[in-house]
């Protein structure tokens, strides 16, 4: 049997060839928050001799703060300081804008490289007092929207005490129509604000379930290339591919362990479906699961030390059950309300699981979420067919596949169902998404 | 050719029965002949438990076509869930006509 050792598929990386368009994901915010605290990102200056800098770092950060639900940047500022001595207090304080932030963007040129300086300061117009400033330097052109990220979090973790999830990407599966009216799959990867799409790898067979690697380098998905499905991981940097797994039946539901040596996975080798872990330096299996029931979709605690995973095996509806990750234990169940419990997703600091639930009295499909422990579920969304939930690393938004208006697009819900967003791309549909962990400067 | 299930079931109806043993006759005729038995769901609930529930309906199949003297390197299953949908819609008549099963035959 192949294992992870065998290098199999070794492709060149080419997005940009046979790819389809690398449209971004337009984020609408659909329902806003009246308690949004008020802020102003001033244009950031520029100083050096070449052409402006090719993103505009002030309209990341208040993009990316808009979005986070908790902040509602001013759209029409009385003035763009870019020094401290340029900002006039009086003109914000009537304004009751209480925080803003201002920046410079400075170019030089090392060993004929253009590269940047990006720094930006966070005040409070009430004491005139720094709340938060940071200088980031050899920042190279492609690096900008990462600075813009970098700072968005500094921001937002001045002001609110939390960790923002702003430097991160989402992975996520499109569906378009080629040129003969065939259906193209595209496994693709943005920022978090849909920026700078990447398409990492097109196929006519269906690509499903992509899952980082805690170190956001590797994504792990399941093809169908060939006509069987198979378990794939692709590094991002390189583009470089390698099978992990290719039984006879399901090669499923790939998930990293929280510390990235092992992949939960669905095999149905054995005759049913069931939840394996494979170590990815020996090839070993471990089997979790023997039911002859459904057992998929495993989902790690942050801790590593049990998985939460969807079965059938009470009854013939699929709920939720709890496994230990050394094996040798009976599942317990965790879900008891509802017709239908699945595909649980891990809250980052393991207190709560996020799943697809739907309810005894109303029908679809929606995202429900349940502190571990508790049997209360908490339904967040209202489609009728909403899925594959994926947490924020910081766990305050939960990124999930809608399907409206005939297509299937992103949406996001905060965890308290108070803020919400689609995320969608025109003539295509969007599905599996995948919120990567924190990413330092690639 | 397609036959076709019942919402969360695998059980081939008794109206498919004859299309099951009309396959298992041209198979069992020429033993070199293979067929993929492709397991398919509606696109409710989710994706990889959709997978399972196609395979299920996949395994009913090749299952019956063993039983009536098809041998087991003949028939391959592969699911493919919800992503590969017979027909787009959001209501119970295109939901019906994907909760499937096709007999593919390996071309040679």
Redesign the interface.
């Known amino acids: 049997m192949r294992t992870f050792r065998n290098w199999l598929f070794i492709v060149a990386f080419l997005a940009g060839a046979s790819a389809p368009a690398r449209a971004a994901l337009e984020i609408e915010i659909t329902q806003g928050l009246e308690s949004a605290t008020p802020i102003a990102v001033a244009r950031f200056g520029h100083a050096g001799s070449g052409p402006a800098p090719p993103e505009s770092i002030s309209a990341i950060v208040a993009a990316n703060l808009a979005r986070s639900g908790r902040f509602a940047p001013l759209r029409d500022l009385p003035q763009h300081p870019v020094r401290k001595e340029d900002i006039r207090w009086p003109d914000w304080r009537r304004l009751r804008v209480g925080s803003l932030v201002i920046g410079s963007i400075e170019e030089t040129v090392r060993g004929g490289a253009r590269e940047y300086q990006v720094a930006f300061r966070l005040f409070d117009t009430f004491t005139a007092g720094q709340l938060a400033g940071q200088r980031y330097t050899g920042i190279r052109p492609d690096q900008l929207r990462w600075a813009g990220h970098q700072i968005s979090d500094d921001i937002y973790y001045a002001l609110t005490g939390e960790k923002g999830a702003f430097a991160t990407r989402i992975a996520y599966v499109t569906e378009t129509a080629g040129q003969e009216g065939e259906v193209v799959f595209a496994l693709n990867v943005a920022d978090s604000d849909g920026g700078n799409p990447v398409v990492l790898r097109t196929s006519p067979d269906p690509i499903m379930s992509p899952s980082w690697s805690p170190n956001g380098s590797w994504l792990a998905y399941v093809s169908f290339e060939g006509g069987r499905s198979r378990i794939m991981m692709q590094e991002l940097a390189t583009g470089r591919r390698q099978e992990v797994s290719a039984f006879p039946g399901i090669n499923g539901a790939p998930a990293f362990s929280p510390e990235g040596r092992r992949l939960a996975l669905t095999l149905s080798r054995d005759g049913s479906p069931d939840i394996y872990v494979l170590d990815l330096a020996s090839g070993e299996l471990l089997r979790l699961t023997t039911s002859p029931d459904i057992d998929t979709e495993p989902a790690w605690a942050p801790d590593g030390r049990t998985l939460v995973f969807t079965s059938d095996r009470s009854g013939g509806r699929p709920h939720l059950f709890r496994v230990s990750a050394a094996g040798g234990d009976k599942p317990r169940r965790l879900t008891f309300s509802g017709r239908y419990n699945a595909r649980a997703a891990f809250s980052p600091d393991g207190s709560r699981i996020a799943f697809v639930h739907e309810s005894e009295s109303a029908a679809g499909y929606r995202i429900a979420i349940m502190e571990v422990g508790s049997e209360k579920v908490d339904v967040l969304t209202n489609g009728i067919l909403d899925e594959s939930p994926t947490f924020a690393p910081n766990g305050r938004m939960i990124l999930y596949a809608a399907t409206d208006r005939d297509r299937s697009a992103l949406a996001a819900v905060s965890i308290d169902g108070q803020f919400r967003q689609r995320l969608s791309i025109d003539e295509a549909g969007v599905r599996d998404p995948a919120w990567s962990p924190r990413l330092a400067r690639r | 050719m397609v036959i076709y299930f019942d919402f ?1 079931s695998s059980e081939v109806h008794p109206d498919d029965r004859i299309v099951v043993e009309a396959h298992a006759q041209i198979l069992a005729r020429d033993p070199s002949s293979e067929v ?1 038995l492709e397991g398919h769901a509606d ?7 959709n ?3 196609g ?2 309906r996949a395994n009913g199949v090749r299952d019956m076509l063993r039983l009536l003297g098809v041998g087991d390197g003949q028939i ?6 919800e ?2 949908p017979a027909t ?1 819609g ?1 209501e119970e008549e295109s939901w019906s006509r994907n909760r499937r099963v096709e007999f593919a035959y390996v071309a040679r």
Do not use: N, P
């Open positions: 969360d993929v696109e409710r609930g989710s994706r990889e438990y997978v399972a529930l395979e299920r391959r299953t592969v699911s493919y869930g992503e590969r787009i959001h």
